[in-house]
């Protein structure tokens, strides 16, 4: 299932999105975080990971939504979550030299 075709609500104590939402089309990107958020019991976190950047388009044949700090925050609005922590890290796979943004953001209520 894709996440944006979820229609849980309340009942995961966490969702674990790992270089997923960022083959999420960006004016797609705000709803499918609000069904996640809705997905999730009061309080719970999402662990998301996007690649490290401002790229929004094909690559080879996909989709991609590369993120900074900065530019997660405007699909977060109305989502009802909230950033707990972000960290860049390196790709570890050989040959890589792929950043990656990764966030906890925390259900707020």
């Given amino acids: 299932m894709k996440a944006h075709d979820m229609k849980f609500k309340n009942i995961f104590d966490g969702i ?6 960022l ?3 960006s004016n797609e990107l705000n709803d ?9 019991k009061s ?24 993120l900074d700090e900065k530019s997660i925050k405007k ?6 979550l909230s ?5 860049i890290t390196e790709d570890v796979r ?9 966030l906890i953001l925390r259900k707020i209520n």
């Avoid at 674990?16 to 939402?21: K, Q, T």
């Avoid at 699909?75 to 009802?80: A, G, K, S, V």
């Avoid at 950033?83 to 960290?87: A, N, R, S």
């Avoid at 050989?94 to 990764?102: E, H, M």
């Fill in 94 to 102: 050989a040959n890589r030299n792929t950043k990656w943004l990764n």
């Fill in 43 to 66: 309080k719970e976190i999402i662990y998301a990971s996007f690649k490290y950047g401002s790229f929004d388009g094909q690559r080879n044949g996909r989709f991609f939504l590369d």
């Fill in 75 to 80: 699909y977060l609005i109305d989502t009802n």
């Fill in 83 to 87: 950033i707990v922590d972000t960290k």
């Fill in 16 to 21: 674990w999105v790992c270089a997923s939402l």
């Fill in 23 to 25: 083959h999420v089309p």
């Fill in 32 to 40: 499918t975080l609000k069904k996640c958020s809705d997905a999730l």
